[in-house]
């Protein structure tokens, strides 16, 4: 099965529902990418939660080591993590009550998609959520 993302509607939908983005791969470092796109979205309201095992802390806010370590509830799971990672991570989403993985644009991993899909997942692959969140909900 080859990989496809929700229309732009349900994209909407996701961003509008959401209070909380679990960001798998957020680093401490004002110079990344991770970095810059969670404080935008942090700024325009969303709870960042850093997920992250070298870490304890980023844009004030407590870091953990997995997803299965983040006790509060989780809207979405943005991923900034090379493609051959997307399965183990993918593994881990399943294990929480969250729904919805967004893998930043350029990764993309049709294993983890086939994996989450079969779980109901709404899965995102390829897309900037700042952007996405630019261009549909601001």
């Known amino acids: 099965m080859s990989w496809q993302n929700p229309e732009k509607e349900e994209l909407k939908r996701i961003l509008e529902s959401a209070e909380t ?3 798998v791969g957020l680093s401490d470092n004002p110079d990344k990418t991770a970095y810059q796109i969670s404080k935008t979205m942090q700024q325009n309201g969303y709870r960042i ?10 844009l004030g806010e407590k870091a ?11 809207d979405i799971i943005n991923v900034f993590r090379r493609p051959e990672h997307l399965p183990d ?3 881990d989403a ?5 729904r919805v993985f967004w893998a930043q644009q350029g990764i ?5 998609y086939d994996y989450l899909k079969e779980r109901n997942f709404s899965v995102i692959m390829d897309l900037c959520i700042k952007v996405v969140h630019a261009v549909l909900v601001d």
């Open 108 to 112: 993309v991993n049709e294993e983890a």
């Open 94 to 98: 399943a294990e929480t009550d969250c």
């Open 21 to 23: 983005i679990a960001v």
């Open 89 to 91: 991570v993918a593994r």
């Open 64 to 74: 953990y080591p997995t997803l299965k370590d983040v006790p509060d509830k989780i």
């Open 49 to 58: 939660i850093p997920v992250n095992p070298t870490v304890d802390e980023v």
